[in-house]
């Protein structure tokens, strides 16, 4: 069982960055790979990142990549999403998850409960 917590979001103008904490419990951290999705109000839950169980993969969709970077501390239970050149369209709450990985929720059993991320145009 693991127990994720989001931190981090809050309000920036389009264009600032923020970086976004997710601190497991538990001491199985490194045996999942780990993701970070967002929705928006009225839309589905969309992939935003994937990082491998050692952190040497990541994956990223178009809509972030080269903006947006994953990271994961292992010795320190906690994932990173570092969110750069940010605009209005990236405002959504934001999850992150942890499991088999891939770019679909159904690969992953375990999730926080959000933080809000909002970006003023």
């Known amino acids: 069982q693991v127990q994720l917590v989001e931190s981090g979001g809050g309000l920036v103008q389009a264009g600032g960055s923020l970086r976004l904490s997710c601190a497991a419990s538990?001491?199985?951290?490194?045996?999942?790979?780990m993701g970070w999705f967002r929705q928006a109000p009225g839309k589905e839950r969309e992939f935003v990142a994937t990082i491998s169980r050692s952190g040497d993969n990541t994956y990223y969709p178009d809509s972030v990549k080269g903006r947006f970077t994953i990271s994961r501390d292992n010795a320190k239970n906690t994932v990173y999403l570092q969110m750069n050149s940010l605009k209005p369209e990236d405002t959504a709450v934001y999850y992150c998850?942890?499991?088999?990985?891939?770019?679909?929720?159904?690969?992953?059993?375990?999730w926080g409960q959000g933080t809000q991320v909002t970006v003023s145009s």
């Open positions: 538990g001491r199985t951290f490194s045996r999942y790979a």
């Open positions: 998850a942890g499991g088999v990985g891939g770019s679909y929720y159904s690969g992953y059993d375990y």
